[in-house]
């Protein structure tokens, strides 16, 4: 399994940005990606984006982050990174770290076998 530790949530206004960072440790050459997922109050946990993490870089985003936020990851520091852009209201969440993707279902789905405890992000307007 892959432990994983979130940093780098707060509080910002909308338009504002925030970088997110996600540091693994443990089994992180098994997993096929990294990705984050949020979980707005009330609601259920929704994907985000993930990066493939060990072959290639290749990435996939929610349409509601498309061309606003970018994963990207440094593999020597075992690090991923959400750059959260032109944020809005609705970003507000908890954003959840996440490794170890579905073998069996698309990874779009938020049953990956790893998570991080989460980090709050609000966005006033």
């Known amino acids: 399994q892959v432990q994983l530790v979130e940093s780098g949530g707060g509080l910002v206004q909308a338009g504002g940005s925030l970088t997110l960072s996600c540091a693994a440790s443990g089994r992180t050459f098994s997993t096929y990606a990294m990705g984050w997922f949020r979980r707005a109050s009330g609601k259920e946990r929704d994907f985000v984006a993930y990066i493939r993490w060990s072959s290639g870089d290749g990435t996939n985003y929610a349409d509601s982050v498309k061309g606003r936020f970018t994963i990207s990851k440094d593999n020597a520091k075992n690090t991923v990174y959400l750059q959260m852009n032109s944020l809005k209201p609705e970003d507000t969440a908890v954003y959840y770290c996440?490794?170890?993707?579905?073998?069996?279902?698309?990874?779009?789905?938020?049953?990956?076998?790893?998570w991080g405890q989460g980090t709050q992000v609000t966005v006033s307007s």
């Open positions: 996440a490794a170890d993707p579905p073998l069996t279902t698309n990874w779009e789905s938020p049953i990956w076998g790893s």
